[in-house]
């Protein structure tokens, strides 16, 4: 992995900086993917596009709009001790693009309250950025229940959970015709626990030789009423 430039980003209401890094270069040798399509890729990883100031709670896009001129330069800043002194050296040191800040901190990832306030507070511009929400929704629920915060019966009890995913297979409806999409549309309705429309779904590409091992799992899944993610292995 090659990294690229680290961006300076400001806050839309309060002007609070945020770094976000960026990768000139990078592959997906040891990737582990999931089913629900999470890919965990040590030599590829992901940076947010979207995050919530700790200033004022705004939440904003990590893009051109609200990227501040010049990349953080990797050295640190140092300051004298003496109180006199310490002014001139910031005039001097101080990154332009740190605004008022000493330092400036990674924009951090939305948690999944806040993905459901951006949902809800429609900040997404387009159907891009609306996907891109309702796959961190997704994949947010789903690593809430790897690491214990969440349990499965609450997951089931959550109608958010499942609008979310009916969504997403509106806005995925377009890509439905390749066998992949249909695929992930069959995997869709097993999260949802709609067990037998996955089948059905899954029935023409049973004994595929491409497809076979993958659907086999998931109908072996539905089958037995689980609706967890498994690790996949792409042909």
Sequence with gaps: MIPGPTYVYACPDCQFRVSKRSIMSGNSFGATRYSDLRIEAPMLPSYPRITKCVRCDCTFWLDETTKVEGA???Q????????????????????????????????????????????????????????????????????QLKDGTLTREQLNEDLAHVQNIDALLTLLEEDADGEDGKLFHAELHRFAGRFERSLTMLAPYLNDPLWDPIVQKMRLRCEEGNREVFVLDVP
């Design 72 to 74: 953080i330069m990797p």
């Design 76 to 143: 640190p800043v140092f300051f004298y001790i003496d109180v006199d002194h310490i002014q001139e050296v910031q005039d001097e040191k101080k990154n332009p693009a740190f605004g008022d800040q000493l330092a400036i901190d990674p924009a951090l990832e939305l948690d999944l309250e806040s993905i459901k306030d951006a949902l809800f507070m429609k900040v997404q511009r387009n159907e891009e950025d609306e996907l891109y929400l309702r796959y961190q929704l997704l994949w947010a629920y789903h690593k």
